[in-house]
C-alpha cells in the first residue's frame, strides 16, 4: 500500500530550540496534515495543508506543502516542554477516497528543560 | 467547542467476547471514521460513513462491522475478539467541505484477555 516516510523517528532536544520534521512519499498527494497525539490521546489537528507550496503557521508552528505534492514539513519555534508528544504527518492521495488519510510513523518528541 | 465523543473510554472483554463502541461526532459533521491504534504505531483506517452510508473501507477484519445512524452517530461491532484486537480505537468525524480535516474523539481503550 502507499506509504509516508516520516522523520526522524524520535528527537530529544533543548527546551528552547527549534525542530524540524518532514514526511515524504513517492506518491502524489491533494492534502497533507500534521497532528499531534499524546499519551492514551487522540491525535490533535495541528495545520491542514491544501495547496502546493503552501506555508501556514499556527502560533509557534509552520508547516509546507511540498512543491512536488509528495512532501511535507513542521517546524516547531522555540519548543517549551508541552511540545512532548508524537506527531504524525497524514496525507490525503491524489486520485484516492474523498477522507481517506494515510498516516506516517510519527516522529516522538522529548523536550529537555 | 463540541468535540468528538467516545464510549466507553475503556473496555475489558474475554477472547471470543463482542464489544460495541460508540461514537459521536461533531455536530454538523455528516461523515464519521474508525480507526485502530497499537502500541506504539500510527493509526490504522478501518471504515467510514457519509450520511449514513459506508464510504470507504479500510484494513476492518470480517469480524466487525460498523454503522451510522440517522442522528449521525457510529458504532463499531466487534465479535469474535481476539487477544490481538487490544488496541485504542479511535473515531474521528469531519463535515462534506473539509472532509481531509478529520477531528479525532479520545479514543476507547479496549483490552482483550
Known amino acids: 500500500g502507499q506509504q509516508l516516510n516520516q522523520s526522524p523517528q524520535s528527537m530529544f532536544i533543548q527546551e528552547g530550540e527549534d525542530v524540524s520534521m518532514n514526511c515524504t512519499s513517492s506518491?502524489?498527494?491533494?492534502?497533507w496534515l500534521w497532528y499531534k497525539q499524546d499519551p492514551g490521546e487522540g491525535p490533535v489537528l495541528l495545520i491542514a495543508?491544501?495547496?502546493?507550496?503552501e506555508l501556514t503557521s499556527n502560533g509557534r508552528l509552520t508547516a509546507q506543502f511540498g512543491i512536488t505534492r509528495k512532501d511535507s514539513f513542521l517546524n516547531i519555534s522555540a519548543s517549551i516542554p508541552s511540545d512532548v508528544g508524537i506527531y504524525f504527518c497524514?496525507?490525503?492521495?491524489?486520485?484516492?477516497?474523498?477522507?481517506?488519510?494515510?498516516f506516517g510513523k510519527g516522529t516522538k518528541l522529548s523536550v529537555k528543560p | 467547542a463540541a468535540g468528538v465523543i467516545q464510549s466507553p473510554r475503556h473496555l475489558i472483554k474475554e477472547k471470543r467476547e463482542t464489544a460495541t463502541l460508540k461514537c459521536y461526532p461533531i455536530?454538523?459533521?455528516?461523515?464519521v471514521y474508525w480507526y485502530q491504534q497499537g502500541p506504539g504505531q500510527d493509526p490504522q483506517f478501518l471504515i467510514s460513513?457519509?450520511?449514513?452510508?459506508?464510504?470507504d473501507k479500510g484494513s476492518i477484519p470480517d469480524r466487525f462491522s460498523a454503522q451510522q445512524f440517522s442522528d449521525y452517530h457510529s458504532e463499531l461491532n466487534m465479535s469474535s475478539l481476539e487477544l490481538g484486537d487490544s488496541a485504542l480505537y479511535f473515531c474521528?468525524?469531519?463535515?462534506?467541505?473539509?472532509?481531509?480535516?478529520?477531528?479525532f474523539g479520545p479514543g476507547t481503550r479496549l483490552t482483550v484477555t
Open positions: 495543508l491544501y495547496k502546493a507550496g
Open positions: 474521528a468525524s469531519s463535515s462534506t467541505t473539509g472532509a481531509y480535516e478529520q477531528y
Open positions: 497524514a496525507g490525503g492521495l491524489y486520485g484516492g477516497s474523498q477522507g481517506n488519510l494515510i
Open positions: 460513513f457519509y450520511e449514513k452510508m459506508q464510504s
Open positions: 455536530p454538523r459533521h455528516d461523515t
Open positions: 506518491s502524489i498527494f491533494n492534502t
